[in-house]
């Protein structure tokens, strides 16, 4: 039986996230990730959603480049976002900028069906290509503005955002359930925070700040 030279790794990068949920706690206003979620993302082959040349430092917690001027996530801010998301078996899930795929592959195995949508058409054909050889078949992918959401398959449970918005954007918001949760960071690009948005079975919505981050900005809402 032929052993995975990543595993060690990927077991040192879910460590590292756990670590990490305990020094942020502060901020975060949680002192640990969801074990069902460090265990997706010890199962998902990081390196696989990555470039070639990047690829030994693919369990390394930082962002990476994936071409486009576009990046993979750290992956604590990737654990942090999926745990927040609070995701169950049952749930749909809309994903705001697909990247080369990774965020959704971990989401695959934690939910229903995942719908994906990619602005940059380069980034949607590898990320297609790597989440049919390294993810489950429970995720629908196509290029798009992602502001837009995808009002076909509305309304969601979840909705996860990966690139940052001044503002919730409205027609996402339209197109969360009534008790449903959406990730997104937001506020200008040099105080940008994690938020957590949760709509209540009245319609209303309530905002929580999270950690300070830094995300490219959402593109297409001119």
């Not at 990774?102 to 069906?113: F, I, P, T």
């Amino acid at each position: 039986m032929s052993v995975d030279p990543f595993d060690a790794l990927r077991e040192r990068m879910v460590a590292v996230i756990a670590a990490q949920a305990v020094f942020s706690a502060g901020e975060t206003g949680k002192a640990a990730i969801a074990p069902r979620v460090l265990e997706a993302m010890g199962r998902v082959p990081r390196h696989e959603f990555v470039p070639a040349e990047v690829r030994p430092y693919a369990y390394v917690d930082s962002p990476l480049p994936i071409g486009c001027n576009k990046t993979i996530s750290q992956p604590f801010i990737c654990a942090l976002m999926t745990d927040l998301l609070d995701p169950a078996p049952e749930h749909s899930v809309l994903e705001i900028g697909t990247g080369l795929g990774y965020h959704a592959a971990v989401l695959s195995a934690l939910v229903k069906n995942i719908y994906s949508i990619e602005i940059i058409d380069e980034l949607a054909q590898h990320a297609r290509e790597r989440l049919n050889q390294h993810a489950g078949a429970n995720i629908k992918l196509r290029v798009g503005n992602g502001f837009y959401g995808w009002p076909d398959r509305a309304p969601f449970d979840r909705i996860l955002v990966t690139a940052a918005a001044d503002l919730v954007p409205p027609p996402l918001l339209q197109q969360l359930k009534p008790g449903g949760k959406m990730v997104i960071p937001t506020g200008l690009p040099d105080a940008q925070k994690l938020v957590l948005v949760e709509k209540q079975p009245n319609g209303k919505t309530t905002i929580k700040e999270s950690l300070r981050v830094r995300f490219s900005l959402l593109e297409g809402t001119d």
